[in-house]
Antibody, heavy 126, light 107 residues
Framework: QVQLVESGGGLVKPGGSLRLSCAAS????????MSWIRQAPGRGLEWVSY????????IYADSVKGRFTISRDNAKKSLYLQMNSLRAEDTAVYYC???????????????????WGQGTLVTVSS | DIQMTQSPSSLSASVGDRVTITCQAS??????LNWYQQKPGKAPKLLIY???NLETGVPSRFSGSGSGTDFAFTISSLQPEDIATYYC?????????FGGGTKVEIK
């Protein structure tokens, strides 16, 4: 079945770095745009970043621009999020999600997300 | 950024009740509006896309309506398994944004 599994979360000190991974299975990963979305403890959802199927197009939320980098390896069916200069406000569960609404070869904005992974918790604290 | 305002923030209803959640956008977003269900400790799940289209496999008691700035999400007959937080999400403009969520509980 279609599945996304995140890994790489953990406890990191402010200013530190972490790399999240998302392993995809059950669908042709290289056909789909992907996103990272986060949820601070007890809070709502915040979209973080988006990458095209070929990696040629990436966009970020202003809150992470210049600090986070999204990438993918289609051969490994994997999505990544490199997070640098981490802050306490980056503490959240990070979800990867497939953009199931992008049916053309070019999409400039994420549409709808299906499925989502189970999430990985990132805690930024000294 | 487009602000998405959901109401109520929480509600309590009985099994079999009709439940309606509203989502208001700060500007016209056409029908670029989706609804998700998040059960405790789980990832969100897509229920409705483009305001009124039911995702495959989602029970027909769930429905969505609206366009422009005002949208509604309805559960026609609340079931115990519908206990969750529901979120709306717009994709008319970057950054895409979510509503604050509506927590649905059983009375």
């Amino acid at each position: 079945q279609v599945q996304l599994v995140e890994s790489g979360g953990g406890l990191v000190k402010p200013g530190g770095s972490l790399r999240l991974s998302c392993a995809a299975s059950g669908f042709t990963f290289s056909d789909y745009y992907m996103s990272w979305i986060r949820q601070a403890p007890g809070r709502g959802l915040e979209w973080v970043s988006y990458i095209s199927s070929s990696s040629s197009y990436t966009i970020y939320a202003d809150s992470v621009k210049g600090r986070f980098t999204i990438s993918r390896d289609n051969a490994k069916k994997s999505l990544y999020l490199q997070m640098n200069s981490l802050r306490a406000e980056d503490t959240a569960v990070y979800y990867c999600a497939r953009d199931f609404g992008c049916s053309s070869t070019t999409c400039y904005i994420p549409k709808w997300f299906d499925p989502w992974g189970q999430g990985t918790l990132v805690t930024v604290s000294s | 950024d487009i602000q998405m305002t959901q109401s109520p923030s929480s509600l309590s209803a009985s099994v079999g009740d009709r439940v309606t959640i509203t989502c208001q956008a700060s500007q016209d977003i056409s029908n670029y509006l989706n609804w998700y269900q998040q059960k405790p400790g789980k990832a969100p799940k897509l229920l409705i896309y483009d305001a009124s289209n039911l995702e495959t496999g989602v029970p027909s008691r769930f429905s969505g309506s609206g366009s422009g700035t005002d949208f509604a999400f309805t559960i026609s007959s609340l079931q115990p398994e519908d206990i969750a937080t529901y979120y709306c999400q717009q994709y008319d403009n970057l950054p895409i944004t979510f509503g604050g969520g509506t927590k649905v509980e059983i009375k």
